[in-house]
């Protein structure tokens, strides 16, 4: 008996010493994305780039930055984006709280601007243009900007990509001799961080 109650004795120490491992705290839980992240596009004629100045962590501002030689009196941009992880967004600034802001390139004179913006779905379509008779504008530089920021509480990992896209008809610019034709915007990789 007494030899049956020293292998129950040192099983039961035995169990009780495999058990210590539970003790432990649970494991951290993953790290979740609070922001949205951009990288540039690094060719193409129109680009859309990230806005150092105005994005911050929690708001991404990308500007449609322009080709180096030519003149516009307009442009409009058709954007798609994942809306399940990201939404169209204001820009504040300006006193203003608006879809699209005009960049630094157009002269949008006085009265009413020809500056109008509608998000639908995932579907952003923006247009910024001078009016008669302003001269054309270079198209060097920042022609419009956008701003989109992460959907909250989804709980996403950083680095999950978030599809971005330009629409190939729907993009155009109204050139400085007044002739409308579609333009290739290049868009950079938009990543949950």
Same mark, same amino acid.
Request: with cysteine.
């Given at each position: 008996?007494?030899?049956f109650l020293s292998s129950l004795l040192v099983l039961v120490v035995l169990g009780l010493h495999?058990?210590?491992?539970?003790?432990?705290?649970?494991?951290?839980?993953?790290?979740?994305?609070?922001?949205?992240?951009?990288?540039?596009?690094?060719?193409?004629?129109?680009?859309?780039?990230k806005n150092t100045t105005l994005s911050t962590a929690s708001h991404l501002v990308l500007d449609?930055?322009?080709?180096?030689?030519?003149?516009?009196?307009?442009?409009?941009?058709?954007?798609?984006?994942?809306?399940?992880?990201?939404?169209?967004?204001?820009?504040?600034?300006?006193?203003?709280?608006?879809?699209?802001?005009?960049?630094?390139?157009?002269?949008?004179?006085?009265?009413?601007?020809?500056?109008?913006?509608?998000?639908?779905?995932?579907?952003?379509?923006?247009?910024?243009?001078?009016?008669?008779?302003?001269?054309?504008?270079? &198209?060097?530089?920042?022609?419009?900007?956008?701003?989109?920021? &992460?959907?909250?509480?989804?709980?996403?990992?950083?680095?999950?990509?978030?599809?971005?896209?330009?629409?190939?008809?729907?993009?155009?610019?109204?050139?400085?001799?007044?002739?409308?034709?579609p333009i290739t915007v290049t868009v950079g990789t938009l990543t949950a961080q």
């Amino acid at each position: 008996m007494n030899k049956f109650l020293s292998s129950l004795l040192v099983l039961v120490v035995l169990g009780l010493h495999g058990c210590k491992g539970s003790d432990s705290p649970p494991p951290p839980p993953a790290p979740t994305a609070t922001g949205l992240a951009y990288t540039d596009p690094t060719t193409g004629t129109y680009l859309l780039k990230k806005n150092t100045t105005l994005s911050t962590a929690s708001h991404l501002v990308l500007d449609l930055v322009g080709p180096s030689a030519g003149t516009a009196a307009g442009v409009s941009l058709t954007l798609s984006a994942d809306t399940t992880k990201a939404t169209w967004m204001d820009i504040a600034g300006g006193g203003t709280s608006v879809l699209v802001q005009n960049g630094t390139q157009f002269s949008l004179g006085t009265g009413t601007p020809i500056l109008k913006a509608r998000a639908t779905g995932n579907v952003l379509q923006t247009t910024v243009a001078q009016k008669n008779p302003t001269a054309a504008a270079s &198209l060097n530089g920042a022609l419009l900007r956008v701003a989109l920021d &992460l959907k909250p509480s989804l709980g996403l990992a950083p680095g999950t990509v978030i599809t971005l896209s330009a629409d190939t008809v729907k993009c155009q610019v109204l050139d400085g001799a007044g002739i409308i034709s579609p333009i290739t915007v290049t868009v950079g990789t938009l990543t949950a961080q």
